[in-house]
């Protein structure tokens, strides 16, 4: 009855009959199980695209590699239209480049379109939505999502509510293009539906500070510095300026030595040249 049946050796175990399906053994999950299950001390891999950031250390902390689309990501700083855009810049630049639109939903100030240029992206892709009220920032916002009109979209909504970011985050994931609502430092003590959120600061070396406060996985420990120099400065900054840091820290050792050449010492008067006659 059996005998055309290869024999179990020959089959790979994922491939073998059903009549020769071994008893999995105590705490052993089927092979598709165990594929798509997540244990939380991992890092999650996405099942929707993603957009890579242009920051290779970054794309490392993120589920999947990248910016994720059917989603939305909350970018927290201290002060807006500081960090943002550079944060971004790869990610419009190939935007761009592939012919799509990037929109800004109320930008606190107006952008500045040659930073924006040098940045890589072309005016002729950027759509800018001047909205001031937090309602209407927000009703643009949605629309925008739902539509799916946009390559990539970028929204400042400093009031948003919980109930508003989860209504937005429900609404991306029917979005093929990645959503990035700007929001103040302090809301990173507020609850979010935001699947991603990243904290961002300005690093006294040019640098971007980023912290991924949340994510598919475990936490996010340290803080990533990624090199931003503006690209219009790039060509202007001196090696010794590229590193301020270096430069306070001489400063601060020349201070603190009293007997320095051109320093008075403590409590010392300084010498003072006698006027020319």
Do not use: Y
Not at 114 to 136: C, F, K, T
Not at 170 to 183: G, M, T
Not at 198 to 208: D, H, I, T
């Amino acid at each position: 009855m059996f005998a055309d049946l290869p024999a179990w050796d020959d089959l790979p175990s994922d491939q073998a009959h059903p009549i020769f399906k071994r008893a999995l053994a105590p705490g052993e999950l089927p092979a598709q199980v165990a594929a798509a299950l997540w244990r939380g001390n991992e890092l999650g891999s996405t099942v929707t695209r993603v957009i890579k950031t242009g920051w290779e250390t970054l794309d490392l902390e993120l589920p999947g590699g990248g910016w994720p689309c059917h989603s939305i990501t909350e970018i927290l700083q201290p002060q807006p239209l500081v960090c943002e855009l550079r944060l971004l810049a790869p990610t419009l630049r190939a935007v761009s480049e592939a012919g799509k639109t990037v929109v800004f939903v109320g930008p606190p100030k107006q952008p500045h379109m040659p930073g924006l240029r040098l940045m890589g992206l072309d005016e002729r892709n950027l759509v800018w939505i001047q909205a001031d009220a937090p309602s209407q920032r927000l009703w643009v916002t949605e629309q925008l999502v739902k539509s799916n009109a946009c390559g990539a979209l970028i929204s400042w909504l400093p009031q948003a509510r919980q109930e508003q970011i989860r209504r937005l985050q429900i609404c991306a994931q029917i979005s093929e293009c990645p959503v990035f609502l700007c929001r103040p430092a302090v809301a990173q003590h507020e609850s979010s539906a935001a699947p991603l959120r990243v904290q961002l600061a300005f690093g006294l070396n040019w640098e971007l500070k980023v912290h991924v406060l949340k994510r598919k996985g475990p936490a996010h420990e340290g803080i990533l510095a990624l090199p931003s120099i503006p690209a219009g400065m790039e060509s202007l900054i001196t090696p010794r300026l590229r590193k301020p840091s270096e430069l306070m820290a001489n400063r601060d050792e020349r201070e603190a030595i009293p007997n320095a050449l051109g320093c008075a010492a403590p409590g010392q008067p300084a010498v003072r040249r006698a006027p020319a006659h």
